[in-house]
């Protein structure tokens, strides 16, 4: 599983979720019980993984979508 992006921006969370959903593109959303940690106070990212060889499918069906996504960071690994 590869990272795709971290938000703490529910909306656009549920936004990518629906996405990649329609993409057929198996993904994970990590950190969603940390608001008992932080107190509920929204403030720690969310991150959102996808399969390794569904990835570049995920990215540009974000980037269409005018998702703005940071570099790949996993980019010539």
Same mark, same amino acid.
């Given at each position: ?21 329609? =993409?057929?593109?198996?993904?994970? %959303? *990590? +950190? ?8 509920s106070l929204g403030i720690l990212p969310r ?8 990835? =570049?499918?995920?990215?540009?069906? %974000? *980037? +269409? ?13």
């Amino acid at each position: 599983m590869r990272e795709i992006l971290r938000t703490n921006d529910p909306v656009l969370i549920s936004f990518i979720e629906y996405l990649l959903k329609q =993409a057929d593109v198996y993904h994970l %959303l *990590l +950190d969603t019980n940390m608001s008992i940690m932080e107190g509920s106070l929204g403030i720690l990212p969310r991150r959102i993984l996808v399969e390794d060889d569904r990835w =570049a499918l995920a990215r540009r069906t %974000l *980037l +269409d979508a005018e998702i703005e996504l940071g570099p790949d960071k996993y980019a010539g690994k």
